[in-house]
């Protein structure tokens, strides 16, 4: 999930390169069904003064509150790319090079970052889900947590378009901010990038270390297939 500070504008685009890989993490736990992995449900969203708030009970002041609408989501116990048995292999898996495609180009022109990177982040966050939501509170295609979501202007982080721009947004403060390392980017993103400072490269946390190699290797396939069609 996305979580971190800082303000991004629209910077030149970032050349990305990728540093040692992580260490192998701990042994796998044994494997989690999906059943057990993923829960549907609903929330509501409304405004009030400027804040958009989220309720799984439907507010009972409706008018003066606006406009009160309904998000169906997925509970997903952890990232689509994050545990030790996802139940995919990530080296086969059907790349998505379609959805919201108009949205990812925009955003990645915008900021800098290759399309490849912003397909493999959402591949690897949600699976191209829009109302995916974690046990953590990460919302969203690109999984972004409250905090990062406002930092980067996401009001509604249920609404991809504004999920992309402000994920992307963060992934290419991320990619600058480690010199267009790929790994270290996508440690920051998962884990915090405080917690790659602190650890002087890919925290050691088992999560984080499966993350970013199937990161590393959905972006060299969404690269792959992406230039095959231009």
């Known amino acids: 999930s996305a979580g971190g500070a800082a303000t991004a504008d629209r910077p030149a685009p970032t050349t990305v390169t990728a540093s040692a890989a992580p260490a192998t ?3 796998a736990p044994a494997p989690v069904s999906r059943a057990q992995r993923v829960v549907s449900g609903q929330v509501y969203t409304y405004m009030k003064d400027g804040v ?18 309904t998000i169906r989501y997925s509970y997903i116990e952890r ?4 545990g030790a048995n996802p139940g995919v292999n990530f080296g ?9 495609r108009a949205e990812i180009a925009a955003a990645a022109r915008e900021f800098g970052v290759e399309e490849a990177v912003v397909r493999a982040v959402i591949h ?11 046990r953590a509170g990460a919302q969203g295609l690109m999984q972004l947590m409250p905090a990062t979501a406002r930092r980067f202007g996401v009001s509604d982080a ?9 994920g992307v947004r963060y992934l290419s403060w991320l990619l600058r901010r480690f010199n267009g390392d790929l790994t270290l980017a996508a440690a920051g993103y998962n884990a915090g990038e405080g917690a790659v400072d602190r650890h002087g490269g890919v925290p ?5 270390q499966y993350y970013v190699k199937r990161v590393a290797q959905l972006a060299d396939r969404y690269r792959g297939e992406l230039g095959s069609r231009q």
């Open 124 to 134: 690897a966050e949600s699976a191209f889900n829009p109302t995916a939501l974690s």
């Open 92 to 100: 086969t898996v059907r790349l998505n090079t379609q959805a919201y």
């Open 79 to 82: 990232c689509y790319a994050c």
């Open 25 to 27: 993490p701990a042994p």
């Open 158 to 166: 249920y609404d991809a378009s504004q999920n992309i721009r402000g």
């Open 204 to 208: 050691p946390y088992n999560e984080t």
């Open 52 to 69: 958009r708030h989220y309720t799984s009970a439907r507010p009972a002041q409706v008018a003066s509150l606006g406009e009160v609408r």
